[in-house]
């Protein structure tokens, strides 16, 4: 019972988590090809990231 309640938990933020490490990964792999692309590619995941969590509080009523 306990531990269908934690997998439960895991499970509602474990595709969060993995997108995350994704985009982590992603700007990694830019950095290692040139530092500039890195850079941006960063930016890019920053403010993608920022739209979304926008999208998904409008989405569920929260925000302004």
């Known amino acids: 019972m306990i531990f269908k309640k934690i997998f439960n938990s895991i499970w509602l933020v474990f595709d969060v988590v993995c997108f995350v490490l994704a985009l982590i990964f ?3 792999g ?3 090809i040139l530092v500039p692309v890195g850079y941006i590619c960063t930016g890019l995941s920053f403010a993608f ?7 998904i509080s409008d989405s569920k009523g929260g925000g302004h």
């Open 26 to 28: 992603i700007d990694f």
């Open 30 to 32: 830019a950095f290692l």
């Open 49 to 55: 990231l920022g739209w979304l969590s926008e999208r």
